[in-house]
Nanobody, 123 residues
Framework: QVQVVESGGGLVQAGGSLRLSCTASGLTFARYAMAWFRQAPGKEREGVSCISWTGGSTYYADSIKGRFTISRDNAKNTLYLQMNSLKPEDTAMYYC????????????????WGQGTQVTVSS
């Protein structure tokens, strides 16, 4: 049984930082591309960042480029998202998702999802 669990969310002031973590079990983590999506109240879920199974390719949404960094530790079955210079518009539920090998910008092709971790940025 696959389990995906996010952690690290919280309340932070604008300009602050948070690091999200996502651990996945029940799958061969090193063979999966991993991504972060987010969904704010009343808005559609959007892709934030994705990293390929080797870690050799990373992708970022324009809205967070230069502020967020995605990384993975395959030995620990863990995905990270370092978020710096946070803005109120980054407030959302952040989800971790997995799909085999390569990244995609479409949430529909991701097989496994976590329950999410809330990030709230105050102005």
């Amino acid at each position: 049984q696959v389990q995906v669990v996010e952690s690290g969310g919280g309340l932070v002031q604008a300009g602050g930082s948070l690091r999200l973590s996502c651990t996945a079990s029940g799958l061969t983590f090193a063979r999966y591309a991993m991504a972060w999506f987010r969904q704010a109240p009343g808005k559609e879920r959007e892709g934030v960042s994705c990293i390929s199974w080797t870690g050799g390719s990373t992708y970022y949404a324009d809205s967070i480029k230069g502020r967020f960094t995605i990384s993975r530790d395959n030995a620990k079955n863990t995905l990270y998202l370092q978020m710096n210079s946070l803005k109120p518009e980054d407030t959302a539920m952040y989800y971790c998702a997995a799909r085999p090998l390569i990244c995609s910008g479409s949430s529909r092709v991701f097989d496994h999802w976590g329950q999410g971790t809330q990030v709230t940025v105050s102005s």
